[in-house]
């Protein structure tokens, strides 16, 4: 299996513009998470889907940032509009189900000047 | 709410040395740990999981303790090489099954 497939790798925007981050999970697993990494805050949950349901989305910063799931091989991550502190590095995860063993992928470094 | 510390931040030691870095959880109440490194510009990678109910795990020269009931794990890594720089990070998994990030440990293994 690729692993967890992220694109695009790199994103620079200006502010306002609308953002979508991808992920493709590996294939086979049932829960997907997406992180936003920063050097401040470090990794923080932003929301987190089991078999395609979002269960938790308490750490998406506001009503700009959604993520739809739409089957098991794919999610996306929108923002809209943009803002220069959205800059950070996006990282989709998923594992098998619950309480097993996660993987990432390279993240998506996202700019908004 | 869970909070996951890691000490030390940053460690620099010379090539060979045993090291050990620590992560240490508030809430005892865990269904797993998992540890990562994280290369500059990389994502994370997988080292080793360690399920509730075990108190240790090993993969070649890396091997993670758990203490659940102290809140505590290490990472202990044998005869350290220049390619063990990175970040470690670790998470646990808890009664919420999200993974709750420390804040890492930036090592350094000089030669």
């Known amino acids: 299996d690729a692993g967890v497939i992220q694109s695009p790798r790199h994103e620079v925007t200006e502010m306002g513009q609308e953002v979508t981050l991808r992920c493709k999970p590996i294939?086979?697993?049932?829960?997907l998470f997406w992180y936003r990494q920063t050097m401040m805050r470090g990794l923080e949950l932003l929301i987190y889907f089991n078999n395609n349901v979002p269960i938790d989305d308490s750490g998406m910063p506001e009503d700009r940032f959604s993520a739809k799931m739409p089957n098991a091989s794919f999610s996306t991550l929108k923002i809209q509009p943009s803002e220069p502190r959205d800059s950070a590095v996006y990282f989709c995860?998923?594992?098998?189900?619950?309480?097993?063993?996660?993987?990432f992928g390279q993240g998506t470094r996202l700019t908004v000047v | 709410k869970q909070e996951v510390t890691q000490i030390p931040a940053a460690l620099s030691v010379p090539e060979g040395e045993n090291l050990v870095l620590n992560c240490s959880f508030t809430d005892s109440a865990i269904y797993n740990l998992q540890w990562f490194r994280q290369d500059p510009g990389k994502g994370l990678t997988s080292l080793l999981l360690?399920?509730?109910?075990?108190r240790e795990q090993t993969s070649g020269r890396l091997n993670a303790s758990l203490d659940k009931s102290s809140g505590r794990s290490t990472l202990y890594i044998a005869a350290s090489q220049p390619g063990d720089s990175a970040t470690y990070l670790c998470a646990v998994i808890d009664n919420t099954d999200k993974l709750i990030f420390g804040t890492g440990t930036r090592l350094q293994v000089f030669p």
């Open positions: 294939s086979g697993h049932n829960s």
């Open positions: 360690i399920q509730s109910s075990q």
């Open positions: 995860a998923s594992r098998p189900t619950v309480n097993t063993e996660a993987f």
